[in-house]
């Protein structure tokens, strides 16, 4: 980042300085290592093309399920224990 490589390093100074001064508050670089030990893997992975198209079309395919109406839906059901909210029609 401080290469200029994803634009200008002085963009990411306060994000920079911020986690390496120990004021990672949102733990960015907590598990980083790890992060770059998968990311390593994916590149593996990515290199055997057919398989990483059958993987990337079963991900697509398996993403209805994790739809954010769903997810909404059920959170207002089962953990706010609300109902709907009938609102008009925009187009009315």
Known sequence: ??????GTPADF???LNSIEDGRD???LAHDFASYLECQDKV???YKKTREWNQKCLNAVAGMGW???DRTIDEYAKIIWNCKPCPRPDPRA
């Open 66 to 68: 994790f739809s954010t």
């Open 1 to 6: 980042t401080r290469s200029g490589k994803f």
């Open 25 to 27: 508050r949102y733990l």
């Open 13 to 15: 100074e306060p994000v």
């Open 43 to 45: 590149d593996v992975e």
